[in-house]
């Protein structure tokens, strides 16, 4: 099947085709909306949806060109239904559906997460089956989960608290840190690059002081709630947020200083991952439950220093099983692997309704309950 995928849930417009018997992304194009959102340091939900609603037919005008289709060679319309900021949401869902409708296509409204989740089947050459363990990491969750088929998810730890996601911006966000890089272009004037905050503060960690003076000590940052199978990332940004308090105002401005705080920040933010699945691998064994591999997914796992800890943290530990990552690209939000998933759902000719609602809150488990079981 060809699918034409649409995703709108936060802040990046997209859309793209996916060939779902071929495993093949036809186009995927993503629309971002740094430049507008880091005037106020973060989304503002008004302003996103007004981006999307501008932008969508864009997006979908760009995919068809990018792909060289019509609708014509569409065999269905998916759209991401849930969870995500209601406003934002609502875009995707009625040009989803309205296209739909208007063209006699099926439609399938997909879940955000079930995506982020599968969207290594679509990537991986020869992806290991199922049960894995998928590990979520993204602006609105951070959850480590047992996939058990593209529907069933069982949630083995998430965070009651602030995502990962929106730590790193908050500590980008109390480090000032500027949402791009400037980079020298072709004809020699700089450009810029627009990166977003949490990948703008891995820039930071990654860079070294201009001065050529060294990074001051500082002690590694706490990890919260040690030996209990729980996320929280809440009380570790509110740690940094006091740290850079207590500093004096020379201190703040220290280029070194900015760069040890960013450092520990994701020294201590993987650092309670690779804690949690250690104690996640260990429970699933204990219940009999052989996984295949460690799928990590969503926005964070973009992270290259996030990717590395985590690879060498498994080796350590005596796991074997792959762990598996799709490119950067499709970690972050993207509509191709919102077609992808919906992919499932057409090979079973389960549709949705024209009229079906966008569901701000969706529970993953509940997926298990409400849709055909494959
Ligand atoms: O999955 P995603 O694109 O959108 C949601 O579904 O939320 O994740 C966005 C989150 C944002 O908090 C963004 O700052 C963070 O992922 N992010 C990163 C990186 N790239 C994106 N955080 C740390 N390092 C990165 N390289
Ligand atoms: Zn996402």
């Not at 981006?51 to 990018?66: C, D, F, G, S, W």
């Not at 030996?227 to 509110?238: D, K, Q």
């Not at 590395?308 to 499709?330: A, C, G, H, W």
């Not at 009229?355 to 969706?362: E, L, P, T, Y």
Request: glycine share 8%.
């Amino acid at each position: 099947m060809v699918i034409l995928g649409l995703e709108s849930s936060a802040d990046d417009t997209c859309a793209a085709i996916v060939d779902s018997k071929e495993r093949k992304i036809l186009s995927s194009i993503v629309i971002g909306q740094g430049d507008s959102h880091h005037t106020y340091q973060g989304i503002m939900p008004r302003q996103a949806m007004d981006l999307h609603q501008r932008n969508m037919p864009i997006a979908i005008q760009r995919a068809l060109a990018e792909a060289k289709l019509t609708m014509n060679d569409i065999d269905g319309i998916a759209f991401t239904r849930g969870p995500g900021m209601g406003g934002c949401l609502s875009i995707c869902s009625t040009v989803g559906r309205a296209m739909g409708a208007a063209l006699n296509k099926p439609i399938v409204g997909v879940h955000h997460m079930q995506a982020h989740a599968l969207t290594h089947l679509l990537t991986e050459p020869n992806p290991p089956g199922f049960p894995f363990l998928t590990l979520l990491v993204s602006g609105g969750h951070t959850m480590m989960v047992l996939a058990q088929s593209p529907t069933s998810f069982k949630i083995i730890a998430s965070t009651g608290d602030t995502s990962i996601g929106q730590a790193f911006d908050r500590v980008a966000r109390n480090l000032d840190v500027p949402w791009y890089i400037t980079i020298p272009s072709a004809d020699g004037e700089p450009q810029r690059k627009m990166l977003g905050p949490g990948a703008a503060l891995e820039q930071l960690a990654l860079s070294t002081p201009s001065s050529g003076q060294p990074i001051p000590y500082i002690a590694p940052f706490p990890i919260p709630q040690r030996g209990l199978l729980a996320l929280s990332y809440s009380g570790p940004s509110s740690y940094v947020t006091r740290l850079i308090e207590s500093l004096t105002p020379e201190q703040r401005e220290d280029e070194g200083m900015r760069i040890a705080i960013a450092r520990r920040w994701q020294e201590s933010a993987v650092g309670q991952l690779e804690e949690k699945l250690a104690l996640a691998l260990k429970q699933l064994e204990l219940e009999g439950i052989n996984v295949t591999s460690l799928v990590v997914s969503g926005g964070v796992a973009s992270n290259m220093f996030l990717r590395e800890r985590l690879r060498i943290s498994l080796n350590n530990n005596d796991y074997t099983i792959p762990v598996i990552f799709p490119p950067p690209k499709l970690c972050t939000d993207n509509a191709a692997m919102i077609a992808w998933a919906a992919s499932y759902r057409f090979a079973n000719a389960d549709y949705d309704p024209y009229d079906i609602r966008h569901k701000a809150v969706w529970p993953l488990e509940d997926l298990a309950l409400e849709q055909t079981q494959i």
